[in-house]
């Protein structure tokens, strides 16, 4: 049977790689499948072609189009899944490993297309609230974002061939960023179909994504300083990386998540009839079985204290020993090969290391059963859990990872000696703990943050709905310090930032206001004879304003929202003996004055563009408000946000936030500051 080359994706045009490459097998059968190649490829040229084709693109179109560009991809591609599957099988994995993979993957896009509504409707992000940088507020600084000019080089792993390649592309395309693609060879067959499917669709610019299935030696040569290179695999690979001379010379964004030795710790408060034993057990078998144990963040370390180690070893014995290993297609199997055979090879070479130190109370290497495939030709293995009697010593097991299905129950006496041994992996992505207790959780979560990206918390409250010790989530940050890499990836919008560069900005309100397009206090506002709520979504501007006319403010006023509200705190009473109090007699409401503001600032006289009241954000009273006082409101276009429609039915319309400043007589200070939002029609 002939081999099938796989197609590297350059410069706009599939290109074959050469049959003389690496070979790739199938991990069930042993079947030489496919060969992996890059000969030909101009790495330079790629680099050249996604920073100048690709990043202009990207970089013409606004974050909310970046977002909706994503989730009409992940659309696409849930159509396209079940073709994803069937190759998926190839590499060894169950329908549920390969559904973490595909669908975890694409579930990546459609929560990055959902973050867009965090942005502004830019090509920029503008962070954070500007600052006061002067006693007059003539000078102000502020911060904004760009997306960097450069590529993101992804040198992705070989156990997520999709998710890998996913959650990566998800966050650096709504940054605006184009990318090449290097995913581990030995598993690349799978992100090549999916890949094919991604340009097929014609959804994404041009130069947006590139593809390398064969060996992507030397590009690292060509890197520039406006580049992001991203790796995920082993620390010790990463480490090289990491050292590049170009990388270093051009202060290359350089972002390491690698394979670290995670724990799960069992509480001191954890009995055998609870169920967070129970929790516990079925999280630790299933970080050790789901992809054959071939995930950077499965459970290495099982710290248990040391009174129920038997419990722990006989009821996790029981669960995996029942997992049936075999031919993923085959109902019933529960876990399959390892990727290849030189994987598995390289995992039972670590595990004889281990052995030297400790002994193997769960599984076998020899004997086990595997269904549907012969065990000598697949990659398969059986499941090995290991116990290390003294852990402080004997150190094998905090320093060597076996990739595969294997890890060591650990005891311990004390919460701070199982804290001390999940620090002793030197940094890992996560650690999990099943405790009822919630000083045991807070106890060994400060105590063990310093070493970890991530720490979950098991016990029966979140059970049903938690994601579980190895599923990183795109709203979080994934990474972790030391062994970990000391990166960080996804985390929602810090993730996206990765690709921006932060540029801090001074100068008047105005220019400001003018540069971000967003409104800055203290700049001009644009006065016309047209009251703003009469504008449409589309014909309003940032910085349109309306002063009101004043409102003068008596103590019946007072007496009688109180009444309304029910509101009679001691100081919007006028028989209050204010006395040793902050006020000099009766005050108004905060809520009065907001409430007065509305009624100053509102058009209300007849139908506008104003659908409702969204909200208000910010609101803070500033300055005690007396009666005989009169107020009034500057009213200002602060910030647009378009809303999707979401079927022909639905009215377009987008969010407006406006700035309300509330003012007595003397003008400053101010009295009351709010943002209002409103949804206005387009």
């Known amino acids: ?141 502020h911060h904004i974002m760009m997306p960097l000019e450069g590529v993101a080089i992804h040198i992705n792993a070989f156990n997520f061939p999709v998710w890998g390649m996913l959650e990566k592309i998800a966050v650096n395309l709504l940054a605006g960023v184009p990318a090449i693609v290097k995913p581990a060879s030995i598993t690349s067959y799978l992100t090549e179909v999916v890949f094919k499917e991604i340009i097929a669709s014609n959804i994404l610019p041009e130069g947006s994504l590139q593809l390398i299935c064969g060996s992507a030696r030397g590009i690292l040569d060509f890197v520039k300083n406006q580049d992001i290179v991203t790796f995920t695999g082993s620390a010790e690979t990463g480490k090289k990386l990491k050292a590049h001379p170009k990388l270093v010379e051009e202060a290359v964004h350089f972002n390491m998540e690698a394979d670290s030795l995670n724990c799960s710790v069992l509480g001191t408060d954890v009995t055998t009839e609870m169920s967070e034993f129970d929790l516990f057990i079925k999280e630790v078998a299933r970080e050790i079985t789901t992809k054959a144990g071939q995930k950077c963040t499965a459970i290495r370390r099982i710290i248990v204290p040391e009174n129920m180690v038997d419990d722990v070893t006989i009821a996790l014995g029981k669960r995996i020993m029942s997992t049936t290993i075999g031919d993923p297609s085959i109902e019933g199997v529960r876990m399959g090969p ?124 979140s059970a049903k709905e938690s994601t579980g010790h190895g599923s990183p989530m795109p709203m979080l940050i994934h990474g972790g310090p030391g062994r970990a890499g000391g990166g960080e990836e996804m985390g929602g919008m810090r993730g996206v930032m990765h690709y921006l560069q932060r540029t801090a900005i001074q100068g008047s309100p105005t220019m400001i206001s003018a540069i971000t397009n967003v409104y800055q206090q203290g700049g001009k506002g644009t006065i016309e004879d047209i009251h703003p709520f009469k504008k449409t979504f589309d014909e309003l501007n940032i910085g349109d304003q309306i002063i009101t006319d004043k409102r003068l403010i008596t103590s019946e006023d007072i007496d009688r929202f109180a009444d309304l509200s029910g509101d009679h705190f001691y100081a919007h009473m006028k028989d209050t003996n204010f006395d040793g109090t902050m006020f000099t007699h009766q005050v108004a409401h905060g809520y009065f004055i907001m409430s007065v503001a509305a009624g100053l600032f509102v058009d209300s006289y007849d139908m506008n563009p104003v659908l409702l009241n969204y909200g208000i954000d910010e609101l803070r009273f500033t300055k005690p408000v007396y009666p005989g006082t009169n107020v009034y409101v500057r009213f200002t276009c602060k910030e647009k946000v378009p809303s999707d429609t979401r079927d022909e039915n639905d009215i377009p319309k987008g969010i407006v936030k406006w700035l309300v400043e509330i003012l007595d007589e003397t003008d400053e200070p101010l009295v009351g500051l709010a943002t209002i939002l409103t949804m206005v029609k387009k």
């Not at 899944?81 to 975890?104: C, L, P, Q």
Request: aromatic share 8%; proline share 2%.
């Open 1 to 141: 049977m002939s081999l099938i080359a796989l197609e590297n994706y350059a410069e706009g045009k599939w290109v074959a790689g050469s049959t003389a490459s690496e070979t790739l097998f199938n991990a069930i059968t042993g079947e030489a499948i496919y060969t992996a190649g890059s000969n030909g490829l101009d790495f330079d040229a790629m680099m050249k072609y996604a920073r100048s084709k690709g990043g202009r693109a990207l970089r013409k179109m606004t974050f909310h189009e970046r977002g909706r560009m994503l989730k009409a991809l992940a659309m696409h591609l849930m159509t396209k899944k079940e073709v994803f599957y069937k190759i998926s099988a190839m590499t060894g994995a169950t329908r549920i490993d390969s559904w973490v993979d595909i669908e975890g993957g694409i579930g990546n896009l459609f929560t990055n297309a959902s973050l867009r509504k965090n942005f502004q409707d830019e090509r920029y992000y503008v962070d954070g609230a500007a600052i006061k940088l002067s006693k007059n507020n003539t000078f102000i600084g």
């Open 338 to 461: 390892l990727a290849g055979i030189s994987q598995r090879n390289d995992v039972m070479d670590k595990v004889h290391e281990l052995m030297k130190t400790q002994e193997i109370v769960i599984g076998d290497l020899e004997n086990f059963e595997v269904t549907g495939a012969d065990k000598n030709k697949g990659a398969f293995m059986s499941p090995i859990v290991f116990f290390n009697d003294n852990p402080f010593e004997k150190l094998a097991c905090h320093e060597i990872e076996a990739f595969g299905p294997v890890s060591t129950i650990i005891p311990y006496k004390e919460l701070g000696d199982a804290i001390e041994l999940a620090k002793m992996g030197k940094g890992s992505l996560v650690c999990s703990i099943a405790t009822a207790d919630t000083k045991v959780a807070r106890d060994f979560t400060i105590g063990a943050s310093n070493m970890h990206g991530r720490i979950m918390i098991i016990n029966n409250e």
